[in-house]
């Protein structure tokens, strides 16, 4: 509570803030859902970086040449591209430029050190890197467990006791921002797909933050909003309340400006009138932006053009208000007035951040296990298959997919006392699948079962005079994949089915056979 | 038991999920059937050159042997119409699958509107035949609505797995066909029968006509043919005046043979001679001591020796 009364005093005692444009702004952007051996990996550690990136993209004045985005990097990378960030942001400042850096972290924090995945970044190390750069405007924004920390060592204290210094010219200064004090643990929720505090900064600095209303996003009123709504967040959670801390050592005149709504001309607007909580969701039913606010002045929420959903819980707890609307360059304006009242339990917000898709594809082979089976009926076959595989759908860790694979071969048929006949053999499979995966670093075992179906055909050289064949049937089966992720989307992913077929032109048999794939999996969406 | 019903639901549910005509067993009843090419009786293309439009020959053409190819033409021509009815069961799923059993049909006959056709192929394992399957067939017809009232009109049967590798004989009778109306303008009278072996070199095909029929006169027809290209052909033509050749030729790879034919008048009358030709077919030698083959005696010439080496008939005689 202190931290946040610090912050709005601060807020309300700073003159106004510069433009972003007066500022050169580099950006370190760091997501590491590995924190090594004993750490649970974390679902949204790469997501949170990548919508801060975004968003200091859209909003905050960052180059893309002067961003560094590092996800699952580790910390040699970290290192090597903070030094860069810094000696290039010397070097425009040394050209006479203001500069900022501003460096964020998503991921793993113990004892003091950021855990990237086995490789460790001391809190000091980073506080005294920031410290020395020769940067106007350092700051750090740590979203990690324990990151109050970096608050607190070396003396420095943190808010609410800060001194604001008002000499000429701009802001100068360190200022670090952690998600959480330096005994509590930072929080993720499946509910928004984020962590907490980045979902509430990243709110906030869409605009969900400018109390002002003047279209900036200030560093203080940044933090003051997500400092209160992560707080209200985690009030009721199992992992206990979260306390953003900041340490704010900012000399000059003038409050950072971290965010200027004006490029983004298209966007929400919750007009004076408006009052609770809008929770914005994207069209997979994900949450976006969030806007707390009391009647009085209106607030706009930057977006990107695309279709959207606006809902407000009624504050009776009787139903919700929920609006669909579509952005693109103008703003458009969400009224109560305007919204339909649906009951709860159509809440448009998906749990579990959400479903997320993938697309395999790849090449593999079958084979049947019996090898009559194979000689004289289905012989062994290559295939090349595509799959949809859709997780968090039906619920937590659980996944499903829809597949279908074409293939084929040609082979010798052998009958009895007579010459081996050239076969060829054509295959078309597919099915749908359910399965469970379980994350083992950057690998990813995936147990399940599927029910597909086989269409089976072959032909054989005109010469022969034979007929062509074909047999259709369903083939349920065991499903068993391993994952290994290569990069944010790209994973390589090995599989094997063991599938049964009941046969039953000849004869009524049952039989068994393997397909092995072995291809990419490519994230849609993340 | 409640696992056995599960299972039992199980096996009912996939049964009904699979269905198709995916059957090796189908594959070796129909192999066992002839195809064109097991019943093919070639000889050299170039007998097929018509008399006098070869190179001049100082000694004359073979013309009786220059009747072999367009015979042997007629002859394929007159299985394929056998093989056309055997076919009908490769383009359509059996109907009937038992365990030495299969069968197919009814069908309409498209042709023939009103009747209607069905097949069936046992098979067999004689002791005889030491573990290889014995097949045997028969196309049946009849007009529709005249329940059990089939009509047999082709039967054959088949020792051996495949048709490409044993020995099968099958019988088609026109005189069944006409009768249920499964007749056209150009269906002969009588029977054809079909002997086969295809088990040992040389391949052998024996086409037996009982009318005159295809072009070709009513004759046992012989053929043997050897993997080196050489053969044995036994054929019947008649003249532009009527009478009748019956031709026993051997011919090697090249085409050159050695026949000995025997004729008779459209009056009765019967002689023979012997005719041997080089690959060109130019008569290298003639043994023809009644000058029956040329219009200005003495039509022998040359030596014997100077006839080919080809092989001789591997028939057994006729009965006398």
Known sequence: ?526 | MRSVNRLALVMATAALAACGDYSTEDLRFLVALPTQDDLRVEVPAQAGGAPGALAACTGGTADVWLRAKPTSDELNASVAFVLGLVDTVRRVPPSVREQDVRGWGPWDDERHPGRELRVFIFRTYPEELAGAPRHAYAFQARVKGTPDDWTTILAGTFDGASASRGEGILLLDFDAIRAVGLDDLDTPSGTELVRYDRGAEPVTVEIILGHEGFGVVDFGYQYAGWADGTGWFAYAFRNPTGDLFMVGAGFDAAGAGDAQIVFQTAGGFTGGYRHCWDAEACLVHVLDPGNYSCATPPCSFGEASACPAVPSSPFPPPPP
Not at chain 1, 77 to 97: H, I, P, Q, S, T
Not at chain 1, 160 to 179: D, M, R
Not at chain 1, 183 to 198: K, L, N, P, V, Y
Not at chain 1, 333 to 343: E, S
């Open chain 1, 1 to 526: 509570m202190r931290s946040l009364l610090a912050a709005l005093l601060l807020a309300a005692a700073l003159p106004a803030a510069a433009d972003l444009a007066d500022t050169r702004r580099f950006a370190l952007v760091a997501g590491e859902p590995d924190g090594g051996a004993g750490t649970v990996r974390l679902r949204y550690a790469e997501r949170d970086a990548l919508r801060i990136r975004e968003i200091l993209s859209k909003v905050g004045g960052v180059r893309p040449e002067d961003t560094r985005l590092l996800l699952s990097a580790g910390a040699p990378a970290f290192r090597r591209a903070l030094a860069e960030l810094v000696a290039r942001a010397a070097d425009a400042r040394a050209r006479g430029e203001r500069t900022l850096l501003l460096v964020y972290y998503s991921g793993h924090a113990k004892d003091g050190e950021l855990r990237l995945g086995a490789g460790r970044v001391g809190m000091d190390e980073l506080r005294k890197a920031l410290e020395d750069a020769p940067v106007d405007v350092r700051i750090g924004l740590l979203d990690s467990c324990r990151s109050g920390a970096i608050a607190r060592t070396k003396g420095v204290r943190p808010a609410p006791t800060f001194e604001v210094k008002a000499p000429a010219g701009g802001p100068e200064g360190l200022v670090l921002i952690a998600s959480s004090a330096g005994d509590e643990d930072s929080q993720e929720s499946d509910a928004i797909g984020a962590s907490w505090f980045t979902h509430h900064l990243a709110s906030g600095l869409l605009g969900g933050a400018d109390a002002s209303g003047d279209g900036k996003v200030t560093l203080a009123e940044a933090y003051a909003y997500a400092y209160a709504r992560t707080v209200g967040s985690t009030m009721g959670s199992a992992g206990g309340v979260q306390h953003p801390v900041f340490l704010y050592d900012l000399g000059g005149t003038g409050d950072v400006v971290l965010a200027d709504l004006a490029p983004v001309a298209g966007g929400l607007v919750f007009p004076e009138a408006s009052e609770g909580l809008y929770v914005v969701l994207d069209e997979a039913g994900r949450a976006v932006a969030e806007v707390s606010k009391r009647a009085g002045a209106s607030r706009r929420i930057a977006l990107p053009p695309g279709s959207y959903r606006v809902k407000r819980r009624l504050a009776d707890d009787s139903g919700l208000l929920v609006s669909r609307v579509s952005v693109d360059r103008a703003p458009v304006t969400i009224q109560d007035a305007d919204m339909d009242r649906v009951p709860l339990e159509r809440d448009p917000q998906k749990g579990f951040s959400g479903r997320r898709t993938a697309l395999v594809a790849g090449g593999g082979a079958q084979r049947f296990f019996d090898r009559a089976a194979r000689d004289g009926l289905f012989p062994p076959a290559t295939l090349a298959g595509l799959e949809l595989a859709v997780r968090d759908d039906l619920g937590r860790g659980l996944a499903w997919g829809l597949d279908a694979a074409l293939g084929g071969g040609s082979g010798t048929l052998r009958m009895p006392g007579v010459d081996g006949v050239p076969v060829r053999f054509a295959e078309l499979a597919g099915g749908a699948s359910l399965w469970k995966p379980f994350a083992l670093g950057r690998l990813t075992l995936s147990p399940g079962v599927r029910i597909g179906f086989t269409w089976l055909a072959r032909s054989f050289p005109a010469g022969e005079a034979l007929p062509s064949q074909h047999f259709f049937t369903v083939t349920p089966g065991l499903t068993g994949a391993a994952a290994f992720r290569l990069t944010r989307r790209l994973s390589a992913i090995g599989r094997v089915r063991l599938s049964y077929l009941f046969y039953n032109v000849d004869e009524n048999r049952s039989l068994g056979f393997v397909d092995g794939l072995v291809g990419v999996e490519y994230a849609l969406g993340e």
